[in-house]
């Protein structure tokens, strides 16, 4: 079991950045892989990024690749999503998600509580 929970959310303008952060409780937190995923009013959750178990493996969304990166710290418990150049249209709320890999919501077992984001523009 694990219990995940974001922070570092808020009001940014746009071009602004913001660091979230999802902290881990529970075991073998360096066993999983671990994403992030975010969903907009009216829209569907959809994938961000993710970061294998070990931390050599990310895979990112194309609407953030050169602006996000995922880190983790697997002495900490601890990912990381550095949002930098931020746009209007990353407006949403964003979930940490444990226990699957890659772009597929279904395939992580374990889902933090959300943390929002809003970008003025």
């Known amino acids: 079991q694990l219990q995940l929970v974001e922070s570092g959310g808020g009001l940014v303008q746009a071009g602004g950045s913001l660091r979230l952060s999802c902290a881990a409780s529970?075991?073998?937190?360096?066993?999983?892989?671990m994403g992030w995923f975010r969903q907009a009013p009216g829209k569907e959750r959809e994938f961000v990024n993710s970061i294998s178990a070990e931390g050599a493996l990310t895979d990112y969304a194309d609407s953030v690749k050169g602006r996000f990166t995922i880190s983790r710290d697997n002495s900490k418990n601890m990912v990381y999503l550095q949002m930098n150049s931020l746009k209007a249209e990353d407006t949403a709320i964003y979930y940490c998600?444990?226990?699957?890999?890659?772009?597929?919501?279904?395939?992580?077992?374990?889902w933090g509580q959300g943390t929002q984001v809003t970008v003025s523009s």
């Open positions: 998600a444990a226990g699957g890999y890659g772009s597929v919501a279904r395939r992580y077992g374990f």
């Open positions: 529970g075991r073998a937190f360096d066993a999983y892989s």
